[in-house]
DNA sequence: TATATTATTAAACATTTGTTTAAATCAAAT
DNA sequence: ATTTGATTTAAACAAATGTTTAATAATATA
């Protein structure tokens, strides 16, 4: 496929990516991902150090990411309802390509803590965000910010994540949850706003 | 600590349980399961066949309880908002003890998708239930009741998965992040409850 | 008490898996 | 063309791990 233009290392991270992300790291093994990239075993290791240096490396760029991605998402130029409905549909879109992603990481997250947080520097990321600041303006008395931005992100990802008990538990076939993803793309942004009127 | 009062299967699924729910199926041995439950190596095959049908057997026993602890939970002679606090209380309990608990369901399910769906009886569960009725009669036009009780669950799960990556982004320490929660106790009826007055 | 069943143990087995080694191949520079 | 270095390969190593075996101890049964 997209294999063709990749340098060996290359091939390997994509690899090792998608098993990692579709498996997760202790199901994933070497020789799966050299198999996997057509590749030599031996060069999983002459490339990176060790399989946890791979994954370490991976889910870095991962992470990089998704919070360059959500920066260029939040300073341009929208107004803030905009922006809320941006998010939300701009994780739909990624997560209806991608729906292992969100366990993926966070479950690996809670596997390698020492590898994230600091790494990440997203520690300052609520701070230089003009989104976050509006969102302050905008909180009911009482209310933290963080609150209300922790729903923005539950009620978009989380459907995700759960979708396999979900699923079972209402029945829904793949076709039927899509559509239920799309409806939420409008939907997710009317229960936003509404939670930052006051309530009565 | 509780091991005392049980028998030698006991202290094999006790252990296993929380190695399992601590750090994943695959980084889980079974040596250290036989080693936690202070018991020969053999007998975890003694036992339980193998491990899988050891994991495969504390699985069902824990979605069976949750499932049994949520009919009975919305089946009472509480009143409507009464059972929405109620579950999220509940869960925000439950969770504050054992915060690894979703992460490890919902990735364990994505491993062993077979274990599940068919084995678990939840797929009627959404009819049985008064409380869904209720929520079908006070949702707004044209939108689904599972909506919001995904809503329900994300306000309230989510957190407790993502808190690795909100603590860094947002410097909270675990204090903090708790106290948060206490909060969420209260926020999330209201929300939920503000969800279901028809949008204007 | 004698016997049969169950429970426990130490040891070994067989496979998997991350990693390394040493030789072979390729590419570029001199 | 030769040399130098990077890349690739097949093979092997060493450790970990799920599982089994065969002997021993404990318990129930007759």
Redo the contacts between chains.
């Keep these: 496929m997209s294999e063709k233009d990749l340098d060996t290392a290359g091939k390997i991270k994509e690899a090792a990516s998608q098993l990692f992300i579709e498996?997760?790291?202790?199901?994933t093994t070497t020789r799966d991902i050299a198999t996997e990239a057509g590749v030599n075993l031996a060069l999983v290791n002459y490339y990176f150090r060790s399989k946890d240096e791979l994954f370490s490396t991976i889910m870095t760029e991962t992470v990089q990411g998704f919070i360059w991605q959500l920066r260029v998402l939040l300073n341009d130029d929208k107004t803030f309802e905009e922006k809320v409905e941006l998010v939300v549909s701009n994780y739909i879109d990624l997560l209806k390509t991608r729906p292992?992603l969100p366990?993926f990481m966070?479950?690996e997250?809670?596997?390698h803590?020492e590898e994230?947080?600091a790494k990440?520097g997203?520690?300052k990321?609520?701070h230089e965000i003009k989104f976050f600041q509006e969102l302050a303006q905008r909180c009911p008395e009482g209310?933290?910010p963080?609150?209300l931005f922790?729903?923005l992100?539950?009620?978009t990802?989380?459907?995700f994540?759960?979708k396999?008990?979900?699923s079972?538990?209402?029945?829904?076939n793949d076709e039927a949850f899509m559509m239920?993803m799309e409806?939420?793309r409008t939907?997710i942004p009317?229960?936003f706003m509404?939670?930052l009127k006051p309530?009565e």
Tied chains: 1, 2.
């Design positions: 498996k997760g790291f202790g199901r292992d366990i966070l479950s997250i809670r596997n803590p994230m947080a990440l997203i520690d990321l609520m209310v933290h963080i609150h922790m729903n992100l539950s009620m990802v989380f459907p994540i759960g396999p008990v979900i079972a538990a209402t029945g829904m239920m409806q939420r939907l009317q229960w509404s939670m309530q």
